[in-house]
């Protein structure tokens, strides 16, 4: 006899049982079944699994020893188990996960199979120096999350997982070389503090309150509010850079509000009824101005304007949109921005509003405002409009090889206004959407 498969075994019985009713099964037949039975293990109730043989598919997957018994590729797989579940690859390494615990005892830092149930709670025990918060499996923690200050070198990656809020407020961003990455953060209520050297991939959302984003490199990130301002930057002694980031204000607040030493790159910058970015008075020096590169600046009031009236701004190969209000403003009462360039940029404005704007200023000599190779688009407005000066106002106001489809430029006297090769092209209806 032989062992058999129940298919084979079933082929066999069926072959042994006579075609009638009347005939009777012979020992002999009824043994031929019953051996077969003995070798094929399927009646010995009482055997272990040791007995029944077993012929991996991939005996690779397996170790030195490839198992011929099924009992011993289940104690192979049970070792494998325990091995996980007792390496600590590194504990510096936090895990969180929706099926880890909290419970003393059930979690273990470094253990990616005993991960924490909640992100404050391993937060709450990382260490602050040289450590690693790990979310796997992204999902929804409805958590109010608080990193330590004092953090230093740390990577906090969240795994693209969404919570309720997030402060982030590390002393030193510039110098602490702690990395956020991967989040979503929306805050219908409260305002939202992320202070690190650099974040990556964050999508943070807040209501009525603002968002304070105090970093020194910033990528791919998505900044809304839909009321109060958004702040980037404010590096007091180093520069903050924005690399492809989106920052809209939904609201009636400023969208990028008192940045000081702020670079963004390759950015879309858009306001619903307040300034699209707001640059800070007290940035008088030139390493302070805020510039961009690439990217768009759109709202419906200004574009780009300064607190108290002091703009200072550079911008390079910028779309800029305004569709009821001017693009750019500058001056206020006794005070005047120093710093204003655009180069390569394109202007939009509807309706009567004009692009630059200028009120009681008072520059320098050396203070010039200047417009290079720039493209106005304008409908009633005015490309330029300079209104009133104050008595020391020593500055001018330059364009050169600039196209604009309204050939006026209006300054009072003295005239201040500067064109080098200006061109102008033929005049066209309102913008119907600005784009």
Same mark, same amino acid.
């Given at each position: ?8 075994? =079933? ?20 043994? *031929? %079944?019953? *051996? ?42 049970? =070792? ?13 390494? @936090? ?7 909290? %419970?003393?005892?059930? @979690?273990?830092?470094?253990? *990616? ?26 999902g929804t923690y409805t958590e109010n999350v608080t990193l330590k200050n004092n953090s230093t070198n740390c990577i906090f990656d969240f795994g693209n997982c ?7 407020? /590390? ?43 105090? &970093? ?8 809304? &509010? ?8 404010? +590096? ?16 009636? +607040?400023? !969208? ?11 950015? /879309? ?18 390493? =302070? ?13 200004? !574009?780009?304007?300064?607190e108290n009236g002091v703009t200072n701004f550079m911008g390079y190969n910028v779309k800029i949109y305004s569709s009821a209000s001017n693009c750019v403003q ?6 005047? +921005? ?6 390569? !940029?394109? @202007? ?27 493209? @106005?688009?304008?409908?009633?407005? /005015? ?41 102008? /092209? ?8 600005? =784009?």
């Amino acid at each position: 006899m032989a062992q058999k498969t129940r298919p084979g075994l =079933q082929t066999t019985i069926d072959s042994n049982l006579p075609d009638n009713t009347t005939d009777f099964i012979t020992p002999l037949l009824h043994r *031929e %079944v019953e *051996e077969d039975l003995k070798d094929s293990n399927f009646n010995i109730l009482d055997d272990t699994a040791f007995n029944v043989n077993y012929t991996p598919t991939t005996p690779l997957d397996w170790d030195v020893i490839v198992p011929i018994e099924t009992g011993a590729g289940l104690d192979q797989l049970a =070792q494998r188990i325990r091995d996980i579940e007792d390496t600590n690859y590194s504990d510096n390494v @936090f895990y969180v996960s929706k099926q880890g615990s909290d %419970v003393i005892g059930e @979690f273990e830092p470094g253990n *990616e199979a005993k991960p924490f149930l909640t992100i404050q709670a391993a937060a709450t025990a990382m260490p602050s120096n040289n450590s690693i918060l790990k979310v796997l499996g992204g999902g929804t923690y409805t958590e109010n999350v608080t990193l330590k200050n004092n953090s230093t070198n740390c990577i906090f990656d969240f795994g693209n997982c969404k919570i309720n809020n997030l402060t982030a407020d /590390f002393s030193n961003q510039e110098t602490n070389n702690n990395l956020i990455k991967d989040l979503q953060v929306i805050s219908p209520t409260a305002s939202i503090t992320i202070r690190a050297t650099w974040v990556k991939n964050l999508n943070i959302t807040a209501g009525n309150q603002s968002i304070f984003c105090y &970093s020194k490199f910033a990528t791919n990130c998505i900044f809304t &509010s839909s009321n109060s301002s958004v702040t980037l930057g404010s +590096g007091t002694n180093f520069f903050s850079y924005f690399d492809t980031c989106i920052v809209l204000n939904t609201g009636s +607040g400023s !969208c990028v509000k008192s940045t000081v030493r702020t670079i963004f790159n390759n950015c /879309f910058i858009e306001s619903n009824t307040g300034t699209a970015i707001l640059s800070r008075s007290d940035a008088n020096a030139i390493d =302070q101005v805020v510039r961009m590169y690439g990217g768009s600046i759109k709202s419906t009031a200004w !574009c780009v304007s300064g607190e108290n009236g002091v703009t200072n701004f550079m911008g390079y190969n910028v779309k800029i949109y305004s569709s009821a209000s001017n693009c750019v403003q500058a001056g206020g009462i006794g005070l005047g +921005g120093k710093y204003l360039l655009f180069d390569n !940029c394109e @202007f939009y404005t509807k309706g009567a509003n004009d692009v630059f704007l200028m009120n009681t200023i008072e520059r320098l000599v050396t203070e010039n405002y200047t417009f290079k190779s720039c493209v @106005f688009h304008i409908v009633t407005g /005015f490309p330029i409009q300079e209104n009133t000066y104050n008595p020391g106002d020593l500055g001018t106001t330059l364009l050169t090889n600039c196209t604009y489809n309204s050939a006026t430029v209006t300054s009072i006297a003295p005239v201040k206004v500067v064109e080098h090769n200006s061109f102008s /092209f033929p005049n066209y209806t309102d913008f119907n959407t600005l =784009q």
